[in-house]
């Protein structure tokens, strides 16, 4: 297959070389001969029932310093591409659900991974409700009694904005802490959806374990380690990653979960899991795949896009 692909992406002059998802899913585009164009975020328009977005060509190649050319930018009809990755980064917020209802308009005839329908209706926090038995104990609220009531059944407890990523404004609360009030004042200030408040799983200390599903099937994890003193395992406030497997609970949230995944085109799927406990499941922009490769000596990126190309044949013979 000669794809033409098109990807939704941060600027490719500023990707981390050695740890950006994206980057590797372009780079095994570029060696299977796929012809690639990169846009931003921003840079995707609707007219007149067109999905249209201004971005480049761009050919890439492994070679830090000089890993891609870019040609003049242009506006090009994405229901002309056979597949648009979108790689937005969270947070889960108007303008991501924007885009999904956007790109919805060229999806399913141009494949759209991971299908913006399904995104939409997922936001990482709350997606994981959706599922029994694997969540740790849970309150998504805004009423005050209720979380002083939780905090009291839980003692020790973690804090965090229902629509928040990488780490920001999460907060481990011990059962002596006194800055409950001031905090949830903060975070109604800041935020007007509800908080979400978890038992503290104090397994977190062993790592917080990325699992990437692809189609529903996991194909690889990694582990990150929080630093000392630090209550949050994300990579860029310190976390440190690690090789790891999949235990036998891993392995049954994956079952519990994958089948679904798989029939909501969530082709690429990161989930993060605590001790037993499912916390995230991330279906926008997920990422781990270049750690996961160095430590297992994988390729996850080209089962992604053989996953990716049989959804297409899937597709057409339907
Ligand atoms: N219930 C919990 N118990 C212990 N630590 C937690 C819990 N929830 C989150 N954390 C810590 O906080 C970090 C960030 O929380 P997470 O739910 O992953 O939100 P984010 O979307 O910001 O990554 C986790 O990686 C973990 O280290
Ligand atoms: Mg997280």
């Known amino acids: 297959m000669a794809l033409k692909v098109a990807i939704q992406m941060d600027p490719i002059e500023s990707i981390d070389f050695d740890g950006d998802s994206t980057f590797v899913l372009g780079l095994e585009a570029e060696a299977r001969g796929y012809s690639l ?34 040609g003049e930018p242009e506006l090009r009809d994405l229901a002309e591409m056979d597949v648009v990755l979108m790689r937005q980064d969270p947070p889960f917020d108007m303008s991501y659900i924007t885009a999904t209802h956007i790109l919805q308009h ?24 959706h599922f029994d038995g694997v969540m740790p104990p849970t309150l998504i609220s805004s009423d005050m009694e209720a979380i002083k009531a939780f905090r009291a059944e839980h003692k020790d407890i973690i804090l965090k904005p229902l629509f928040g990523n990488g780490g920001a404004g999460v907060f481990h609360l011990t059962p002596d802490d006194e800055n409950l ?45 929080p630093a000392k003193g630090e209550a949050r395992s994300n990579m860029h406030v310190g976390g440190r990653p690690e090789k790891i497997g999949l235990t036998k609970r891993e392995q049954e949230i994956c079952e519990a979960i994958g089948p679904h995944l798989k029939r909501e085109g969530l082709i690429f799927v990161g989930i993060d899991v605590i001790g037993d406990y499912l916390t995230e499941i991330n279906v926008t922009s997920p990422t781990g795949i270049q750690q996961i490769n160095r430590f297992d000596g994988v390729k996850l990126e080209a089962e992604i896009w053989d996953a990716i190309e049989a959804a297409l044949s899937r597709r057409s013979m339907a």
């Open 37 to 70: 164009f990169h846009y931003l975020a921003k840079d995707l328009s609707f007219r007149d029932g067109k999905v249209l977005a201004r971005g480049r060509a761009m050919r890439l190649r492994h070679e830090r310093g000089n890993h891609y050319t870019l």
């Open 106 to 129: 060229i999806h399913p005839k141009t494949l759209v991974v991971n299908n913006p329908v399904a995104v939409r209706n997922a936001p990482e926090k709350l997606y994981v409700t």
């Open 181 to 225: 009030g001031s905090l949830l004042e903060m975070f109604t200030k800041l935020a007007r959806e509800p908080v979400i408040v978890q038992r503290y799983l104090p397994e977190v200390r062993a790592g917080d374990k990325r699992i990437i599903l692809i189609d529903g099937r996991p194909a690889g994890a990694v582990n990150r380690v």
